[in-house]
């Protein structure tokens, strides 16, 4: 008796705790989203950068685990050269002409035929609609900002405490990520790169700065920076600040209920042009956070369905769209370094996830399939991050474990894609 009593305590007792969980996750993402209504230029403007810090409160505190020792570029890799490296991405104004004409295209019932080719392809049509995104020449204008501009604030509004919102001499804004750990750094770090080699352009592009007490470029926030306890000689990012960001609802066919984005989905062709150049830019998505393990997205929801079966009616974690459709994949300091890290933890998920896509943008397929042919994803990825970053050196690369895991997932991913090919390209 006293055992059936103590078990039937145990289980209340789990009850309410979960139950305290779900109302008090629900109450932060609503103080969260007033937050970023909030703040910013206007007051209606979103910060790219402002993830919750969802602190000790919720379940990413059980993922704090001790920052694994960082591997040193040293003489590992001679810089070979690369046939065709892929362009970087980055902006203030994000779009570029052109868009303009895209975004009007977007409107109203499709005109152009089937959204599917050769069985698992988007068309060539609604590829032509999809947004250029950052483009090369803005990520280079930002890095030499970044780099050179002084910073004459710091602020909180971008996620957790950790990280700050900097104001540059000339009123640009940033986002500084000094993160939990340098491992989070080193992942938003080299999950930006990442996104350049698959020609994913959707990822905001960063730069790096060194916090050091004589550098005239924190010289004005210097006692900002001590209060803050940041470590002096770190190494933070900068990603450049964009408004009217709004939050991102994950789509029907990619919920829990569906049956998966896929060629054979009832209704594909009846959607809006607005409406598949979304789920083209989830299918990159899934795909681009499957490879970096990233499980502070999708996936995280995915997790939380076995408290909240309504977590996929609310916003997404980190992502957002810009006024005309286009999506931003913000905060990626989970990808790579830290999700390789608690893979195992996440893995089923990340599985999960990845099953429910069998539509692909072209050139994202051929970047896989390219990658997984010639198996040299570490050496692209470090020649175009230190030919990129001149404090590539400081901040580190990924280990040889995370480098095999990385090629391994590649690797996976272009068997998915051929898994799909046969399954949807006679039909």
């Known amino acids: 008796m006293r055992t059936l009593s103590a078990n039937l305590f145990a289980l209340l007792l ?3 705790l979960l139950s305290v969980f779900s109302v008090w996750r629900a109450l932060e993402s609503r103080l969260e989203r007033h937050k970023r209504r909030l703040s910013g230029p206007g007051g209606g403007s979103f910060h790219q950068g402002l993830s919750e810090d969802l602190s000790a409160k919720t379940f990413r505190a059980l993922l704090a685990v001790p920052a694994a ?6 003489g590992r890799f001679k810089a070979d050269n690369l046939s065709q490296p892929a362009a970087p991405a980055g902006t203030r104004d994000y779009h570029v002409k ?3 004409k895209r975004s009007e295209q977007r409107e109203g019932p499709v005109r152009f035929g089937s959204p599917v080719d050769s069985g698992v392809f988007w068309s060539d049509w609604l590829e032509d609609l999809l947004p250029v995104g950052f483009t090369e020449e803005q990520a280079r204008s930002w890095r030499r ?6 910073v004459v604030k710091l602020e909180p509004g971008c996620g957790r405490r950790s990280n700050q919102m900097a104001t540059f001499a000339d009123g640009t804004k940033a986002c500084v990520r000094y993160g939990i750990n340098a491992d989070q750094v080193q992942g938003e770090t080299l999950t930006y790169y990442l996104s350049s080699l698959l020609g994913i352009t959707n990822v905001p592009p960063l730069a790096l700065s060194q916090l050091h007490g004589d550098s005239a470029q924190w010289a004005a926030v210097r006692a900002r920076v001590s209060g803050l306890q940041w470590s002096d000689g770190a190494v933070v990012s900068l ?3 964009v408004s009217n960001l709004t939050g991102v ?3 029907a066919p990619l919920r829990q209920e569906s049956s998966g984005l896929h060629p054979a989905l009832d209704g594909l062709g009846n959607r809006s042009a607005a409406e598949l150049v979304e789920l083209a830019q989830w299918s990159d998505l899934i795909l681009f956070d ?3 393990a990233n499980f502070d997205r999708l996936v995280s929801n995915l997790f939380s369905l076995q408290w909240d079966s309504r977590v996929m009616e609310r916003d997404t974690n980190n992502l957002l769209r810009t006024p005309r459709g286009d999506l931003v994949f913000i905060d990626n300091e989970a990808g790579l370094v830290h999700g390789f890290r608690v893979l195992d933890m996440w893995e089923r998920y990340h599985s999960s996830v990845l099953s429910s896509v069998c539509l692909f943008r072209r050139r994202t397929a051929q970047r896989v399939a390219e990658l997984h042919a010639r198996r040299d994803s570490e050496r692209r990825l470090l020649r175009l991050y230190t030919d990129s970053e001149p404090l590539a050196q400081e901040l580190g690369f990924l280990s040889d474990e995370h480098a095999a895991l990385l090629q391994d997932r590649i690797d ?3 068997k998915h894609i051929l898994h799909c090919k046969g399954k949807y390209s006679q039909q």
């Not at 020792?69 to 040293?74: D, I, K, N, T, V």
């Not at 900002?145 to 002084?150: F, L, M, Q, V």
Request: proline letters at 3%; hydrophobic letters at 30%; one cysteine or more.
């Open 14 to 16: 789990m009850c309410a």
């Open 69 to 74: 020792q960082r591997h040193f570029l040293g």
């Open 98 to 100: 052109g868009d303009k």
């Open 145 to 150: 900002k970044a780099r050179t501009s002084r």
């Open 239 to 241: 990603t450049e600040w």
């Open 249 to 251: 609802v994950t789509p």
């Open 290 to 292: 499957y490879l970096t």
């Open 412 to 414: 996976r991913l272009h």
